[in-house]
């Protein structure tokens, strides 16, 4: 029997509407709207097969990102790469709130502190056209995906890549911004669903010192290649870590103030800080 699109979109199952019409989009390589103007249409066979194979492999835990090679961040689609973070919607409030902050003038260098795909540092670099990006990660593969998704967006002659741990980042002149998304899961979060902790890089996730050690410790790097003339740091936290984080602030004498972003469920997830000398 023939299925259409609109029957195969309505079909039930335990994925989302929304993943159905994102697999849809993907094999027919149509826009959502294309879809539904489709929507009578006969699924030819081999598409049939393509969605309901990706569809049984993501219902059994795999990432659709990771499946379909590609997830959209911030209005792109970035390339994935299995062995490295997929970006998440949290984070673009993070972008969001950099692009509110430098509306009349941006930087012209900035660092991405653990680049991962590159999601971060290049939304910024695609609306910067003069910046410069020093993305640093230590996966290598990371790197060469924000090398592939720089390409996709012309971008590669604008980013430097470095494969360097944080701790151990040296830069000589000061930095007016660095973004980050640090790893800051504690080991044994009940919260962390199944599929995450199977599929994504355990170096992107957790972090010791119940999932604080490496938001502090980018945080003093951050300080220290700050310019101390109001260079500023935007980071991303966990949802439960707003207290704990603003203490630590408190206690940084280069801090002359930060202010947090909430994310679309109301938890404190990007915070804002400003370095000053005293
Ligand atoms: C949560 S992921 C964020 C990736 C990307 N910024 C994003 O938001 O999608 C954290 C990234 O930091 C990198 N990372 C973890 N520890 C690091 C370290 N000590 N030095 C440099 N990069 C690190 C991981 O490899 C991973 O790519």
């Not at 972003?261 to 990007?270: A, L, P, S």
């Given at each position: 029997?023939?299925?259409?699109?609109?029957?195969?979109?309505?079909s039930p199952s335990f994925s989302s509407y929304c993943d159905?019409?994102?697999i849809l989009q993907h094999v027919l390589n149509k826009s959502k709207s294309e879809i539904y103007l489709l929507w009578e249409q006969t699924l030819p066979k081999n598409q049939l097969k393509k969605c309901s194979d990706i569809l049984f492999r993501h219902e059994k835990g795999e990432p659709l990102a990771y499946i379909l090679g590609e997830v959209e961040f911030y209005s792109d689609t970035f390339f994935t790469d299995a062995k490295v973070f997929i970006p998440r919607p949290e984070t673009e409030i993070l972008v969001e709130s950099v692009l509110n902050y430098y509306q009349n003038s941006y930087p012209r260098h900035f660092v991405d502190f653990g680049c991962g795909s590159g999601s971060i540092g290049l939304s910024l670099l695609k609306r910067w056209p003069k910046s410069q990006l020093l993305a640093v990660d230590t996966n290598r593969y990371a790197l060469n995906l924000t090398l592939k998704n720089a390409g996709k967006f012309k971008l590669e002659k604008r980013i430097h890549l470095c494969f360097q741990n944080i701790i151990?980042?040296?830069?000589?002149?000061?930095?007016?911004?660095?973004?980050?998304?640090?790893?800051?899961?504690?080991?044994?979060?009940?919260?962390?669903?199944?599929?995450?902790?199977?599929?994504?890089?355990?170096?992107?996730?957790?972090?010791?010192?119940?999932?604080?050690?490496?938001?502090?410790t980018w945080l003093d790097k951050a300080c220290s290649i700050l310019s101390k003339e109001g260079g500023n740091y935007f980071f991303e936290i966990g949802y439960n870590q707003y207290e704990e984080v603003k203490n630590i602030l408190k206690n940084k004498h280069l801090v002359k103030y930060f202010t947090s972003?909430?994310?679309?469920?109301?938890?404190?997830?990007?915070i804002h800080c400003s370095v000053k000398r005293k």
């Open positions: 029997m023939n299925t259409t699109i609109g029957q195969w979109l309505r159905r019409e994102y151990d980042l040296e830069i000589k002149h000061p930095i007016q911004l660095i973004t980050a998304n640090p790893p800051y899961i504690a080991k044994g979060d009940v919260g962390l669903q199944p599929a995450v902790e199977k599929y994504e890089p355990e170096t992107a996730l957790f972090s010791e010192w119940s999932g604080l050690k490496a938001i502090c972003y909430k994310d679309y469920q109301g938890y404190k997830r990007v």
